[in-house]
């Protein structure tokens, strides 16, 4: 009679149950049995980063490419109506029995457990796993305030050695010769190139998406975002062109497994720099200038004078200009509200510096500009 019964309530329960949805949940399971190792172990992190993180990542980005917009920013824009289907829904499937209504809740929970799937396999060991100078092959330094103003000299020199071939329609702002799509093209063969010369990095072909909300975006300060579970690089196209070159090229590292910002900032300067395109060229250094000018400010306000001096007016009006354009967005609620969620996140996923991580990008140019290049 036990045994009867005992059946009898298996059936109960797997009837709202669906198979699929039984698989899912024990792949979430083991995904959260083997987090802890994940975050203690480097070379595990790895391996798992650099096989099905890389398969999930390439998959996703090939997925959501199909479509022209971001297809995470459309999913929140419309959210609250598709929550009110989603309620419609249960409530219909509730009418015709309470198997039916358990079956629907426990597919949407299953869709949720494959998101977080798709982090915990595709995205979290990114942050976990070798670091890009590992990968790329030199030492990170804790660089002075000498080398700061040393290689600020050369990043200087170099951007102004494009001024030549870029355009200023303004005046002051610098601007693309060539459309959102047309920066896809040259990013991916920028990337083609830095992986040839460093295999240990991912090479697949991308695309970043501009952002129809950009300008409510930038009252956030965020200038791209990735989307973990569509796989996109969302760019805010309502920044200066050489902002959003860079960030793009910052999201896309993020879409071949480099996790932490420094890290994505850093390999967006290999891409930038390293390419073919005068442009780009000059957005690389030009922005990673302005990160080690102003981290020179903080150090030596003598050196950053004797710097922000010897740039030609070119150089300084594209950066005045940045600030002025800046100067609306740069107080408000929604950037405070932002930066302690992104700083939470960081801090979350081995960056313990939070929102500070950025900054720490000048270490890696620094070191690498100065120790590194052949």
């Keep these: 009679m036990k045994e009867s019964t005992g059946k009898s309530a298996f059936k109960?329960?797997?009837?709202?149950?669906?198979?699929?949805?039984?698989?899912?949940?024990?792949?979430?399971?083991?995904?959260?049995?083997?987090l802890p190792f994940i975050h203690s172990d480097v070379e595990f992190a790895e391996s798992v980063n650099s096989t099905c993180g890389t398969a999930i990542r390439f998959v996703l980005t090939k997925i959501f490419d199909i479509f022209p917009f971001?297809?995470?920013?459309?999913?929140?824009?419309?959210?609250?109506?598709?929550?009110?289907?989603?309620?419609?829904?249960?409530?219909?499937?509730?009418?015709?029995?309470?198997?039916?209504?358990?079956?629907?809740?426990?597919?949407?929970?299953?869709?949720?457990?494959?998101?977080?799937?798709?982090?915990?396999?595709?995205?979290?060991?990114?942050?976990?796993?070798?670091?890009?100078e590992q990968k790329i092959g030199f030492e990170r330094r804790t660089v002075t305030t000498e080398e700061l103003e040393q290689a600020a000299y050369i990043l200087l020199a170099r951007t102004e050695a494009e001024i030549p071939d870029v355009k200023y329609p303004e005046g002051t702002y610098s601007s693309m010769d060539c459309t959102f799509a047309e920066l896809n093209d040259k990013l991916n063969v920028a990337y083609a190139r830095l992986v040839d010369g460093?295999?240990?990095?991912?090479?697949?072909?991308?695309r970043a998406k501009?952002?129809?909300?950009?300008?409510?975006?930038?009252?956030?300060?965020?200038?791209?975002?990735?989307?973990?579970?569509?796989?996109e690089a969302n760019v805010?196209?309502?920044?200066?062109?050489?902002?959003?070159?860079?960030?793009?090229?910052?999201?896309?590292?993020?879409?071949?497994?480099?996790g932490k910002e420094d890290e994505a900032d850093f390999i967006a300067?290999?891409?930038?720099?390293?390419s073919d395109d005068a442009y780009?060229?000059?957005?690389?250094?030009?922005?990673?200038?302005?990160?080690?000018?102003?981290?020179?400010?903080?150090?030596?306000?003598?050196a950053w004078t004797r710097l922000w001096e010897t740039a030609s007016d070119t150089v300084r009006g594209d950066l005045v200009s940045f600030s002025r354009f800046f100067d609306k967005y740069r107080e408000n609620v929604a950037a405070q509200v932002n930066d302690v969620i992104n700083d939470t996140y960081i801090q979350a996923h081995n960056q313990p510096a939070g929102v500070k991580t950025y900054d720490l990008v000048t270490e890696l140019v620094v070191s690498y500009v100065l120790y590194a290049e052949d």
């Design 12 to 34: 109960k329960v797997s009837a709202c149950i669906p198979l699929w949805t039984a698989v899912v949940f024990a792949v979430l399971i083991v995904s959260l049995v083997l």
């Design 70 to 132: 971001s297809f995470v920013e459309i999913l929140l824009i419309y959210s609250p109506i598709l929550v009110y289907f989603l309620v419609r829904l249960i409530c219909a499937r509730a009418k015709k029995g309470a198997v039916y209504m358990w079956r629907t809740l426990v597919s949407f929970l299953a869709i949720g457990a494959v998101i977080m799937i798709s982090f915990v396999f595709g995205y979290e060991a990114s942050y976990y796993g070798h670091s890009v």
């Design 198 to 206: 460093h295999p240990a990095l991912d090479g697949m072909t991308s």
């Design 210 to 231: 501009p952002v129809i909300l950009s300008e409510p975006w930038t009252y956030t300060h965020i200038s791209g975002l990735y989307s973990f579970f569509t796989g």
């Design 236 to 258: 805010n196209v309502n920044y200066p062109d050489f902002i959003i070159a860079t960030s793009a090229a910052h999201e896309m590292a993020h879409q071949r497994g480099i």
């Design 269 to 274: 300067y290999l891409v930038c720099t390293g």
């Design 280 to 302: 780009l060229r000059y957005a690389g250094n030009l922005e990673f200038f302005r990160s080690v000018m102003n981290q020179l400010y903080d150090s030596d306000r003598d």
